[in-house]
């Protein structure tokens, strides 16, 4: 069974402009969550989508925005880009049970400059 | 709210030692814990998982964790350490709103 595919693997941005990264889950997974790794803040927890619903949000500001769609592939989109936005972003695809475990894709590293 | 602790942030081992990484979590209501590892430039890869039972947890790569409920602790050990051991070791607490809590990670180093 195919894993969790992001795309791209990497990417560079200038400041100000937006990106999109996607996000396809693992087949019959309807959860996907992502997250932000950088070396300071460790793992943050950006947002996680079940069943094309926001249902889990972590604390971070508007200009990071995400969606689901039917098919469960989601997207994570980030206007108005900072240099501190620079990180890797990683998607993990479950069933949405809370003991389930999480598969991760492999990450989108997003250098802005 | 829950929150996950990782003592260590970096812990360096000499090959075919012991290693013990620590992890604890706050409130003692159910929750499910996993331990996760990241070797370099990948993503997270699931090494083993307690729901319930046994309180010793075995996983993948000769790791095993011990769950302890009364310490709210879910320590992961390995009785000796390989140099393909070097990856970040993230443990994590899952409750019942379908979110998983992460530790800070720990760096294993491994010296030869």
């Known amino acids: 069974k195919a894993g969790v595919t992001q795309t791209p693997r990497y990417l560079i941005k200038t400041r100000g402009q937006q990106v999109t990264l996607s996000c396809s889950p693992i087949?019959?997974?309807?959860?996907v969550s992502w997250y932000q790794q950088t070396p300071g803040q460790g793992l943050q927890f950006l947002f996680e989508?079940?069943?094309?619903?926001?249902?889990n949000k972590g604390n971070f500001p508007g200009r990071f925005s995400g969606r689901q769609f039917s098919n469960s592939r989601s997207e994570m989109n980030v206007s108005t880009l900072e240099l501190g936005d620079s990180a890797l972003y990683l998607c993990?695809?479950?069933?949405?049970?809370?003991?389930?475990?999480?598969?991760f894709g492999q990450g989108t590293r997003l250098t802005v400059v | 709210a829950q929150s996950v602790t990782q003592l260590d942030s970096q812990v360096p081992v000499f090959e075919e030692a012991p290693v013990e990484l620590r992890c604890n979590y706050s409130s003692s209501v159910s929750v499910y814990l996993f331990w996760y590892v990241q070797y370099p430039n990948q993503g997270l890869q699931l090494l083993l998982k307690y729901l319930s039972g046994s309180t010793l947890v075995k996983g993948i790569n000769g790791f095993e964790a011990e769950f302890n409920k009364s310490q709210t602790s879910f320590h992961l050990r390995k009785p000796s350490v390989h140099i393909s051991d070097t990856a970040e070791y993230f443990c994590a607490v899952g409750e019942s709103n379908y979110q998983l809590i992460w530790g800070a990670g720990t760096k294993l180093i491994i010296k030869p």
């Open positions: 993990a695809s479950s069933t949405g049970q809370g003991n389930t475990e999480a598969f």
């Open positions: 989508y079940f069943s094309e619903t926001q249902r």
């Open positions: 087949s019959g997974h309807r959860s």
